[in-house]
């Protein structure tokens, strides 16, 4: 069986802290119990690894998002890269094109495609894999995981299973329905009916024919060139509620949607992460700052205030799940993103009226990683080193640099820089369009740019 592990989302379910790259999956907030903190991705690949399953698990990723990827993966687990976001059902299709054309895989092969934002416990993990079994033995379409609703909740789909198959323990389903209103999910409930976990298996060859009768190609660099004329839809409604035979594996173990703040707070192991104070009278309310700046709440039960360089929320956790519709309409450029060589922080941004643009950021490089050898054909760009030492290369020459040094980088030169140890500058651009489409990468490697220098 082959796993596919989506990892897509918009960044606005956990806004602030999400935004179109860094989307909730990589945020450190879960505790791993040795008092340090991990990602839904770090910790759901550990399950996949733990229960024997990641060896043949593939990660479905946007183009933006393969540096934070790689940086808290490892840099072999296979992507299949997505050039941009459209919803579940695109990018199923990709992937599954991408088993079939690249990886040659059987159209009887079981896929199953499975969620990174869930929490579960490992006896989850085992449950997916008796999923391939159930759908060469049930001849369904598709084989779904369900659990009971702990409670009438709009946030989840709904299951209603009918009969249950003959010396199986799947049920075949009735019918589903998506978010329905609280009223709605008391009646499903009383159906015996199940939340949708995300999880769906099939064989290959059935979505491969979906695809097909679509007008649509089946191999991945075909269906890559024409990526924008799939439909913006999730896999749940082009796919699911379409299908003619569906059964549903019950699991009763834990398993909860770590979609919102509401549902995420209850799984971190501490109320206060950053600088700030919350006043003993709160209670089940969470700071959570990344900003250097101190804040405080006093006086907020059920809460949640949360403050990152993209702007600042504060929420009754109720009502949390509605910051993605409050925020929709909202766009702004990522303030804040990691890389697989470190991160930045946009410390402010101006547009000056005959055009031209300044962009100051700060910069944080891991030691013993480095920027790609790149160019710029817009901006000019100047680095202020404020901590550690490293190595600095413009125009295929070499230079030791260190805290205080200052770095002219003019339009056009060939620049990058190496950490040494723990290293970070102030870069101030200056242009006419100060984006990543102005960037020429010559080279990845320090070895490779070594090989360049004099």
């Not at 540096?67 to 490892?74: E, H, K, V």
Request: net charge neutral; with cysteine.
């Amino acid at each position: 069986m082959r796993i596919i592990l989506l990892s897509g989302g918009s960044g606005k379910r956990l806004w602030p802290l999400s935004n179109e790259i860094r989307s909730k999956i990589f945020l450190k907030l879960l505790p791993t119990g040795n008092g340090k903190r991990e990602s839904m991705l770090e910790r759901i690949w550990g399950q996949l690894n733990t229960v024997g399953l990641a060896g043949s698990t593939y990660v479905a990723a946007r183009k933006s998002q393969l540096d934070l990827l790689q940086s808290q993966l490892d840099h072999q687990v296979p992507v299949i890269v997505e050039p941009d976001r459209r919803d579940t059902f695109p990018a199923v299709a990709l992937a599954v094109s991408y088993l079939y054309s690249i990886c040659r895989a059987r159209l009887s092969e079981v896929v199953c495609v499975l969620p990174v934002d869930l929490c579960a416990d490992d006896g989850f993990f085992h449950t997916i894999k008796k999923l391939e079994n159930i759908v060469f033995t049930s001849g369904a379409d598709l084989a779904l995981i369900g659990v009971k609703p702990a409670y009438p909740s709009g946030e989840y789909g709904y299951i209603v299973p009918g009969a249950a198959e003959t010396g199986g323990d799947y049920f075949i389903v009735r019918h589903f329905t998506e978010k329905p209103s609280e009223t709605e999910a008391r009646a499903f409930i009383k159906q015996n009916a199940f939340w949708n976990c995300g999880v769906f298996a099939f064989k290959l060859g059935y979505l491969l024919g979906i695809l097909k009768g679509k007008g649509y190609p089946l191999q991945y660099e075909s269906l890559l060139k024409q990526y924008d004329r799939l439909p913006k839809i999730s896999f749940d409604y082009e796919v699911v509620e379409q299908a003619k035979s569906v059964v549903v594996l019950p699991y009763e173990g834990q398993w909860k949607d770590l979609g919102s703040w509401n549902t995420l707070t209850a799984e971190m192991d501490t109320n206060l992460i950053g600088k700030g104070v919350i006043s003993e009278d709160c209670t089940n309310t969470h700071l959570i700052n990344e900003l250097n700046i101190p804040l405080a709440v006093l006086g907020l039960s059920n809460a949640v205030v949360v403050s990152s360089p993209d702007g600042i929320l504060v929420a009754d956790k109720t009502a949390s799940p509605r910051v993605k519709e409050l925020m929709k309409d909202f766009e702004q450029r990522p303030m804040y993103e990691e890389r697989r060589w470190g991160w930045y922080r946009v410390l402010d941004y101006t547009k000056f009226s005959n055009g031209s643009e300044a962009l100051t950021k700060r910069i944080g490089v891991k030691a013993g990683r480095n920027l790609s050898y790149q160019t710029h054909a817009k901006r000019s760009e100047v680095w202020t080193i404020i901590k550690g030492e490293g190595e600095f290369s413009l125009n295929d020459r070499i230079i030791s640099i260190k805290a205080g040094d200052v770095l002219q980088i003019p339009v056009g030169a060939k620049h990058a820089i190496r950490a040494l140890s723990d290293l970070e500058f102030i870069e101030v651009q200056i242009g006419s369009e100060l984006t990543e489409d102005d960037i020429v990468r010559l080279c990845m490697t320090w070895e490779e740019i070594k090989k360049r220098c004099v």
